[in-house]
């Protein structure tokens, strides 16, 4: 059986597990913390990793991911087992149970804001941070039988939403792909995975985040 914690990963257990619907396929929901709005003309440092921690382990316990990740330190905290939901996505009473989703619904928080400042440099997305240990997390994923594929696209800031390819396909997804959810995080991501044969070409993206948004409280 494939690992239920993340090899390497701080464990932070909450405790309240609830199974997935297993009779979908596997998925990984990608989002960002956005919790600060940085500019182009303002770049804003980023918050520290141990402040999530803290928030997802108290006040912000209801809407935990799997893993929190850091792309800058390769740092990772995980609050769920794999063969349970998290709570990262919304999920309306009486549609489709978005956290539950595949045998696995995997969600990664990542560490990041547009324009976050680190180091003394500002980092525009995910896609331009060193993103070091995700080949860890995508080892991981692959283990629990997630396809290297975005079935609704590659990560941009728009949202694509399609119910019907969330059902019938596993995959990555970002939360903008998410039904009953109106975000539109990550923004553009790492080059990765690579396509399988006959999958849609992955392009490149470096279109700019909107300059105006709604602060995401995960």
Not at 136 to 162: E, H, Q
């Amino acid at each position: 059986m494939p690992e239920l914690w993340l090899p390497g990963a701080e464990r932070h257990p909450l405790g309240d597990t609830a199974p997935t619907d297993a009779q979908y396929e596997s998925r990984v929901i990608w989002h960002i913390t956005w919790d600060k709005n940085g500019t182009p003309s303002k770049p804003l440092e980023r918050v520290p990793f141990d402040n999530l921690v803290r928030y997802f382990t108290g006040a912000g316990s209801s809407a935990a991911p799997h893993l929190l990740w850091d792309p800058f330190t390769g740092r990772t905290a995980q609050f769920y087992p794999a063969n349970s939901r998290s709570k990262s996505v919304v999920d309306a009473a009486g549609g489709t149970r978005t956290n539950r989703t595949g045998r696995v619904c995997l969600q990664v928080e990542t560490l990041f804001f547009p324009y976050c400042k680190v180091g003394g440099k500002a980092y525009r997305t995910v896609k331009d941070t060193p993103a070091k240990g995700l080949d860890k997390i995508l080892a991981w994923a692959r283990s629990w039988g997630v396809p290297d594929t975005w079935p609704m696209g590659i990560p941009t800031w728009s949202a694509n939403r399609s119910e019907r390819t969330w059902r019938s396909k596993g995959g990555h997804y970002t939360h903008a792909h998410v039904p009953e959810n109106s975000h539109t995080d990550p923004g553009p991501m790492p080059k990765w995975p690579k396509p399988k044969p006959g999958a849609p070409p992955f392009e490149r993206n470096d279109s700019t985040p909107p300059s105006r948004h709604d602060a995401y409280q995960a």
